[in-house]
């Protein structure tokens, strides 16, 4: 299975351009799952909660989840991507979905919010969602929840063979090495797509760090983007390779664990 | 407070001369906090559950703890070690101590035993165990359970400041990127003590990858040993830093958890 991601520098409220950028990085490589940075058709840093309110969308009816269920029916492929949401309530959400060549399979709303994130957005309250993708089954997750071993470690015990991360990081380094980290413990492959270039709308300069990568079950890094530049990259994965929980043969991640000892 | 690690090269089978080794590489250093690697005073490779039998000990009325004890109450300090424990009925345990200047403070029984550890020790089943040593709330784990992410987090938020460690460990970088995770995901200091050299003694060769490491509350690798060489390494660090779990004016490790979403 072709897995890749797509690291870009998304344009602070276009979002018809961003889309449009977003199709053609896509027409130079072939994936049957892609992963999208978090709100990559918006733009991160909103000044207010009546600035989000204006960009966010429903759920399948708004203008980025057509667009990617558009794209995903041309190329035959699975997408997974982050937006803001408008709920039937009002509330927005920082949301993935991910959708499929028949359509919307997915939808996620991010559990653990970052910084400002807590000011636009309603908590999601939803479980982690695990749902077929082709020949994978594929878990999603959004940025600031690599923090918490315990979002991979429910993807992965919810039978997530890959965990789609989409992500706008700003910490250097932690994102990248957590999620390495959530690969090994957990045997699992992890996508995770983060954006680039930074944004200033409030007066506070937010820089994100790209190094977009695809890690292994034993915890390789098997594609790694540059920090600074868009890059579109895809690699071949047997996502069964994440079904076999063992580490030797006397080891195995998920039935050596105690879950009687662990506080929660 | 001074927290060191001591990295070397135990003897199989040895403990008077392992013993005494650790008595002289400590005087050459002052720390409040010590922490040993996992079976230091016997080596690690058993190939029989008679073997490892015979260098069992009870604690805290054997040759080991009696020694660590003397040392503790001589220098002013607490030490965290591990040792093969025999049981009172008659079990064996890959466990660690930890000791100070007044006494025995608390054992720990290793709760993921790897690899052929499986042939020789009983599973521990007591609670992963959270004291005070001096001015630090200490949490012990040992070598593997580094692997479960559940370990350090159980500690942590059983108010550990410091998660000793002591390792034996084989897998190249795996514990030593895990523990720096562990660190970053808690808001603890981590201090693991691996050992170094190698071991042949069942016709399969086992190789300790060294770099003992202390990480910061923020992921910063304080200090970091050789991959092949003993050292003693101690660093000044304030345990109040580990209880205050935020990373910015809106996050907090602890309080952004979401229990009620996590698979156990």
């Known amino acids: 299975m072709r897995i890749g991601y797509i690291q870009m520098n998304p344009i602070f409220g276009a979002v018809k351009e961003n889309l449009a950028h977003v199709k ?11 992963v999208l940075p978090e709100l990559f058709s918006t733009g991160y840093q909103f000044r207010t909660g009546e600035e989000a309110a204006g ?14 269920l558009e794209i995903a029916g041309q190329r035959g492929c699975w997408i997974v991507a ?3 949401e408008i709920g039937p309530d009002g509330r927005l959400y920082n949301a993935a979905v991910l959708v499929g060549p028949d359509g919307i399979v997915t939808r996620y709303r991010k559990a653990h919010l970052f910084y400002k994130e807590k000011l636009w957005f309603a908590t999601g309250n939803e479980p982690f969602p695990v ?20 979002a991979a470690r429910t993807l992965a015990l919810a039978g997530a063979d890959v965990i789609a991360h989409p992500a706008n990081l700003v910490i250097p380094e932690y994102g990248q090495l957590t999620m390495r980290v959530r690969a090994i413990e957990n045997g699992v492959f992890t996508v995770t797509a983060n954006r680039i270039g930074t944004e200033n709308r409030d007066s506070e300069t937010l820089r994100f760090t790209g190094e977009s990568q695809i890690v292994s079950p034993t915890g390789e890094v098997i594609a790694k ?24 043969q006397y080891n195995d991640r998920f039935t050596d664990r105690r879950p009687e000892l662990y506080r929660i």
């Open 82 to 84: 982050g937006l803001v």
């Open 55 to 68: 960009l966010a969308e429903p759920i399948p009816n708004g203008p980025t989840v057509r667009s990617l």
């Open 131 to 150: 749902v077929d993708a082709g020949p994978a089954r594929v878990g999603m997750m959004l940025c600031f929840d690599h923090l918490f071993p315990e």
């Open 24 to 34: 053609l990085l896509m027409e130079g490589a072939q994936a049957e799952l892609w």
């Open 225 to 248: 983007a540059p920090r600074d530049q868009e890059e579109v990259q895809v690699v071949e994965v047997d996502p069964a390779k994440a079904r076999d929980k063992s580490l030797n």
